[in-house]
């Protein structure tokens, strides 16, 4: 099942942003004989607003005083407002990726928690023609990733269903905000984090593998069928879906069968290697399937 939505985080996803951030934030520093900070420091800082960038680029002690963190982060927003663009750029292939994806029709958002202004002033200048659907930042009223509020906003504005988006980003937060929404998730490694070879966790390395595991079609693990669309998914008790089976493989939380491997026996008789057989191959053994399981209920 390709995806109907996908969300991307900005910063360290879509575009490399650091080189203008660390100047804007050093700047704010050094107007107050304050020490600043490289390229490299600044990587773990980002990700979570600027007003709590300009905090964690205080010293420690003066990162409770909030009278200088609205003033520092006055001076950022202006230095950087100014020069927001100097550096920044997007990654190799993203652009490509994003128009591909929007010619296949797939619906696109932009989920960040860069200040509302920033992100959209971004997305119009580097990608010019592309329709998000949505591009969400950091808004007053609205809370920061990863509150799911933001994956929530996109759902609604694209009518899709969970099941039917992905998140991709660069950081644990996108990670986790995609988890909070119901939503799948793909982390990058050419961002400011280091997320490959986390537990559980699909990471792309390329913009090229990006797009083949975006658009790469889904088959039941039971018997093979093509996972389509979400209408074809099985479900759980409780009534969400799950992406792995199809809804005659899997009702209610259980395999349609006493055993799975009664049912896997019984494709490895009939059909030795079902991920490997064609799509008409595969649709007259889904047929002979849907008698068999006719008779077994």
Known sequence: MTYKVVLFDLD???LDTLEDLSEAVNHALRLRGLPEHSRDEYRTMVGHGVRNLVKKALPDGMQGDEVLIDSALADFKAYYTAHIDVHTHPYPGMQELVDQLHGM???LAVASNKFQEGTEYLVR????GIPFAAVLGNRPGFPLKPD???VGEVLRCTGARPEDAV??????TDMKTAANGG???IAITWGYRQMKGTPGLTTVDTPEELLATLTAPRYCQCCGMPLADSTLLGHEADGTLN???CKWCYIDGRFAYTSKDALLDFLVRHMPNPNKQSDADRKLFFDAYLS???HWK
């Open 243 to 245: 992406r792995d089976y």
């Open 292 to 294: 068999t399981l006719k």
């Open 105 to 107: 029709g797939v619906r």
């Open 125 to 128: 200048k580097f990608f010019p």
């Open 148 to 150: 799911p509020e933001i």
């Open 12 to 14: 360290g996803t879509l």
């Open 183 to 185: 939503i799948d998730a």
């Open 167 to 172: 998140l991709v980003g660069d950081s644990p």
